[in-house]
Every structure is written in C-alpha cells, then in structure tokens.
C-alpha cells in the first residue's frame, strides 16, 4: 500500500479530482480500518468560485482548514444534520478543495440494490464511516491519520472519467454549470449519474 503523498494534492484541483478517482479512502476507527474505492467527486475552485466557502476569500472557523496547505481534510455540516468529507488542494494561498460525494466499500457486494447502498452521496458516507468534525484539518499523506488515502492496483483510464455539473450548488449562478463533478462511468455507487 503506498499512502498518496502531500505533493499529489498541491495541483490544480481539477486535475486533483480526477486522479482521487479509483483512489483507496481509508478510515480508522480504533482497531478497526475501512476501505472504500473513490468513486465519485466534485472540484471547488477557491476564492474565484461562486460554490466555493473560501469565494471572495471568506475566512471563516468553518473554512479555516481550507487555507492549510493541501493535503489536509476540510470537514463541515450541512443542514445542521449531515457532514461532508473534502480534501484541501493547492496552498494556503488558493484555498480550494475536492469534495468525496461517494466510495465503493472494498468489500461491498456489487449486486446490492441502489436504496440499501449507504456510502453514494457526501452525508451518506460520512454517516455510515462515522466522519465528523473530528476529522476536520487531518494530514491525509500520514498512515497514523484516522483518514488517509493510499494508491490502488486499479488503474483508471481517462474513458472511464464523467464529468458532470455539481450538484446542490444552484445559488452559485453560471458556476452551478461548470463540470467539475467526476465520476466513474457505470459505478453503482455514484450519487446520481
């Protein structure tokens, strides 16, 4: 297993987004560690992207892990009930960062039914891993992290690659249309194709 290091999140974020495609999120809890395939995210462009929380350079104490240096995790609540698990790119200075919308489990059965699969949407996932503000600023290229990302023996070829318009972001005008949701083609376990 070799742990995706810092490096690999300093790039533009786009290109960040599509190559965490395929990627092994793992999630440690105690003793026990969870591994699911990356199968489905979004791009958030910073300061110059109306659907991003640092647009305009908003400094905020729910954005401040998104002006660390990539390679951290950047967690936050949405309707007061769910979390959403993303990871920071680039440098303190351009404050952006890749959503995970959805994971494969490593050990999920793929002829489950779309409604029981609990890991194909943001809160889901972060729901069913037990993600929360605990895990908000975490260094993601260490193996002591309770989150980390290792590469993976499945190669992603670009074909495999959808992009799509974000999802939820209407309130950001023109931005709202901008593809920067990548999935994999024909993954069950996508939020929505």
Not at 107 to 112: L, R
């Amino acid at each position: 297993m070799k742990i995706l290091p810092q490096d690999f999140y300093m790039e533009d974020t786009s290109t960040v987004a599509k190559a965490l495609l395929g990627k092994i999120l793992h999630v440690k809890k105690g003793k026990e560690e969870f591994k699911a395939r990356i199968v489905e995210v979004e791009a958030y462009l910073g300061i110059e992207d109306p659907a991003c929380h640092t647009f305009g350079d908003r400094r905020t104490p729910r954005t401040k892990s998104m002006y660390l240096d990539g390679g951290h995790s950047y967690v936050y609540m949405i309707y007061g009930m769910y979390y959403c698990l993303n990871f920071v790119t680039r440098t303190e200075e351009f404050p952006e960062a890749v959503l995970i919308r959805g994971v494969q489990p490593l050990n999920a059965d793929t002829h489950v039914k779309k409604k029981d699969i609990k890991t194909n949407g943001p809160g889901k996932l972060c729901k069913h891993y037990q993600i929360n503000k605990e895990h908000d600023g975490l260094k993601l290229w260490k193996n002591t992290s309770p989150l980390f990302v290792s590469e993976d023996d499945h190669v992603v070829k670009p074909k495999q690659i959808i992009a799509r318009p974000r999802i939820g972001v209407d309130y950001a005008g023109e931005a709202a249309q901008w593809p920067l949701r990548f999935y994999l083609k024909d993954n069950l376990f996508i939020s929505r194709p």
